[in-house]
């Protein structure tokens, strides 16, 4: 005679495992967001510069590549906690032990927001590009089309 599986710890397990896969998606999101702010502050300095054959000063702590930096390696940090937690669940849940945990969540919660507030002064301090002075004549303000 072959043992049926128990429900509840198969659906326990499968909770688990989309509780990690949400971990999963919460940090590629974060390294995708790093990736793209790095990247995208490059961007505007180049266009900046290409614009008025000036280097860009940069702030060498408060940039769009440090926050980009910090995002992905929080969001790779994100998933070896996730990791470690699936692996601590599953064997909670094995050993019939299960005792959540909202310290992780609130961590989270906390670095989302302390990145969020981060990226305000990026968004707050810009540039001002000058204008570059036109090579083409000026023409006659008094000359309309009729």
Do not use: C
């Not at 940069?58 to 930096?69: F, T």
């Not at 707050?124 to 000058?130: M, V």
């Amino acid at each position: 005679m072959s043992k049926l599986p128990n429900l509840d710890r198969i659906r326990e397990h499968q909770a688990n495992e989309r509780t990690f896969l949400a971990w999963l998606r919460t940090s590629i999101a974060l390294i995708g967001f790093g990736f793209a702010i790095a990247r995208f502050g490059i961007f505007l300095r180049q266009i900046n510069a290409a614009f008025t054959q000036q280097e860009t000063t940069v702030n060498p702590l408060v940039n769009s590549e440090n926050l980009g930096i910090f995002l992905v390696v929080f969001g790779i940090i994100t998933i070896a906690l996730a990791a470690w937690r699936y692996n601590q669940v599953f064997w909670q849940i094995e050993q019939g032990d299960y005792r959540p945990k909202r310290l992780p969540v609130l961590i989270m919660t906390g670095a989302v927001i302390i990145f969020g507030l981060l990226s305000i002064p990026l968004l707050l301090i810009r540039n001002q590009i000058p204008q570059r002075p036109s090579s083409a004549p000026k023409q006659n303000q008094s000359f309309h089309i009729r």
